[in-house]
């Protein structure tokens, strides 16, 4: 692990994570907030502590993907999360992980296509890795790919901001 997400890590295990990241979001006035751009939900206490977060920030919209879902332990706060008005919360699917035969209601699932194969199922969302990205495509099926990775015209002009798919 590198230095930095060490010390993300760490951070995230102190008594006052809860209450440093509320003062810092307020500080900041941030209106949309990704959990995690590397890592995942480690445990259910952890997850917890982002369900906290989003609950004493009402302003803010949290969005994140995980693969914890898995880990039947830290399920059911995942689905408490995904519960909050201001979350929105993905599956990251792949074919290793497969679609997973229940979803929450509040729950999208986002697929990560690495090959051409892959078949991204009901998926709301699909990510593709990079070798696949030039080739254009829009849609899979019913899923949608991500506007930045589509390999068209459009993914030059687009940017989290301007698509807001994958949060309120
Ligand atoms: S561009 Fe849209 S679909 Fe792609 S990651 Fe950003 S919000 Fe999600």
């Not at 809860?18 to 900041?28: K, T, V, Y």
């Not at 039947?72 to 074919?95: C, F, G, H, M």
């Not at 790919?145 to 015209?153: K, L």
Request: proline share 7%; charged share 25%; glycine share 4%.
């Amino acid at each position: 692990m590198d230095d930095r997400l060490q010390v993300n890590l760490d951070a995230s295990l102190q008594n006052n994570f809860e209450r440093r990241m509320i003062a810092e979001i307020r500080r900041r006035g941030v209106h949309v907030l990704r959990i995690h751009v590397s890592g995942d939900m480690y445990s259910s206490e952890y997850a917890m502590k982002w369900v906290r977060i989003a609950r004493r920030c009402p302003r803010t919209s949290f969005y994140g993907y995980t693969r914890s879902y898995r880990i039947p332990e830290i399920l059911p706060v995942l689905v408490e999360l995904s519960r909050q008005k201001n979350v929105t919360l993905w599956w990251s699917v792949d074919a290793e992980t497969g679609i997973p035969t229940t979803v929450p209601p509040n729950v999208h699932l986002a697929y990560l296509q690495t090959t051409a194969e892959d078949d991204p199922g009901p998926s709301d969302i699909v990510f593709r890795t990079r070798p696949l990205r030039g080739t254009p495509i829009t849609r899979i099926g019913l899923s949608v790919v991500c506007p930045t990775e589509n390999g068209t015209h459009q993914a030059e002009n687009t940017t989290c901001t301007s698509c807001r798919r994958c949060f309120r």
